[in-house]
């Protein structure tokens, strides 16, 4: 096995391990940074349920290896909780019935938030392109479409996006 040294910034919180170079992000994050929100599902990128945020952009943690993660900024499904965006998301989830099993919940709103963070009003097409890389069995996916839709309402007129750093 051959390690290296990664450095990221991780919810904000600077890391520094050294991990196998095989090692996928996703395994960094749940096996040495005790992050178990993201969740492990088909490890080829086909569900999303390991979604996370790398440098503003939606990605599946299952697919990046180690040495792509030195030097990004990395957000989780537990970092949400500082984000304002992360904040409406999770609050209109809950209020919209748009988490059932839960299994899912954490890859929607990470695919979620990097479509609101980059896009502060799309249209109802962006939403469902934003999550197509999702899925879910159990909500039929209109709840969670309208979780976003009344977040996307809740951000209208607001700057919150431009200070909502990743």
């Known amino acids: 096995m051959s390690k290296i040294e990664i450095s990221c910034k991780v919810n ?42 790398m440098n503003g952009k939606a990605v599946c943690s299952c697919l990046i290896l180690a040495g792509q993660v030195d030097g990004k900024k990395i957000l989780t499904v537990e970092g949400l909780e500082q984000k304002k965006i992360g904040q409406l998301l999770q609050k209109n989830f809950i209020e919209e019935g748009a988490v059932q099993c839960g299994f899912c919940t954490p890859g929607m709103l990470m695919s979620a938030y990097a479509l609101l963070y980059n896009k502060q ?38 700057k919150v996006i431009n200070n909502d750093e990743i």
Not at 19 to 33: G, N, S, Y
Not at 128 to 153: F, M
């Open 121 to 158: 009003n799309p249209t109802e097409e962006e939403i469902k392109k934003s999550i197509s890389g999702n899925l879910c069995r159990c909500t039929g996916y209109i709840p969670i479409i309208n979780a976003i839709k009344t977040t996307v309402r809740d951000l209208k007129g607001n």
């Open 12 to 53: 904000n919180n600077d890391v520094t391990l050294k991990v196998d170079h095989e090692k996928h992000l996703l395994d960094i994050l749940r096996e040495d940074l005790n992050l178990t929100g993201t969740k492990e599902g088909c490890e080829i990128g086909e569900c999303g349920a390991c979604t996370v945020v």
